[in-house]
């Protein structure tokens, strides 16, 4: 018995040492598993109809508008795309005017030249875009990462915003919240930019559902390609590593514009528990109402992207009918 055990673990350290050396060389020879795809092949995979690209302070960033009517602009989470958002497009580009942006390191923006990915150099090209395009007024909706963006952006530009759809915006996450320094991966997180399975992506997926066998392929699929874009994989680890949602109790606080709170109750990235401190923090807010999803989790707009599209096109319907 003691012989098989000793043979045992010298097979699991053989293993553990083979691994090791491997991914040491993938990460000194710069090879990547799977390879970077270009870019011209992922644009000419992803690319809408409504698609257009436009430079901001070196940055290639794309951009679709669809529809007419006041301004509404659509902020993605983290990790997600621009593309997430068509079952919200489709029922409310016959009311709004539509803008969507794939924020720096996803879809198909570019990876920042500067490196720098903070939630100042995100609101600052968000503020240099929203002003290239003239726009004077706009509602916003954020998902997690986005609605933090959008949190900042209103606070920053008060006068610009008629309204705030919040859809599990993680800023109150208690491993990031009231923090002034990042919580940075460990090292050996960091491989993930040289060695990323398929498998990593699903994870990632399944894990912000309410239920996980609602996540489909072609969504995996989706999300998988535009990891593997060329320089998306360095640019995501760095946001990671650069993230800090700020002073975060304190924005709240000062967001003046009315808001549409919207939480699954099985989220278990950001409790739903931080729904209702979330809704009574922005005690300053001249309106606040809140949708509890019963069966949804952190990722809304991909798993409950009909019903959640409708409910944000009733709110802004019934605040368009009030204020005229």
Sequence with gaps: ???????????????????????????????????????????????????????????????????????????????????????????????????????????????????????????????????????????????????????????????KVENLILASPGALNPRIRGRTEPVTLPKPFEIITYFTPRLITESLLRSGFGDPDNVSDKLIDRWYDLLLREGQRDAQIARVNQYVSGDIDLVLSEITSPALIMWGEKNSVVPVELAHEMKNMMNNSTRIEMIIYESGGHQLVQELGLQTGKDALKYLMKWRDDDE
Excluded: C
């Design 1 to 159: 018995m003691f012989q098989f055990v000793k043979s045992f673990l010298k097979i699991i350290i053989t293993l553990i040492l083979a691994v090791s050396f491997i991914l040491y060389a993938l990460i000194e020879l710069d090879i990547r598993y799977p390879s970077e795809i270009s870019k011209e092949e992922i644009d000419s995979k992803y690319l809408l109809e409504s698609s257009g690209f436009i430079e901001i302070d070196g940055v290639n960033l794309h951009y679709a508008i669809d529809g007419s009517g006041p301004d509404l602009l659509l902020l993605h989470a983290n990790y997600a795309n621009l593309i997430d958002w068509n079952p919200w497009v489709n029922q409310l580009k016959d009311h709004f005017r539509i803008i969507r942006i794939d924020i720096p390191g996803h879809g198909l923006t570019a990876a920042d030249p500067s490196n720098d990915y903070s939630m100042q150099r995100t609101v600052f090209l968000l503020e240099e875009f929203i002003n290239a395009l003239e726009v004077q007024k706009l509602s916003i909706a954020g998902a997690s990462l986005g609605g933090t963006i959008g949190l900042h952006y209103a606070r920053r530009n008060p006068e």
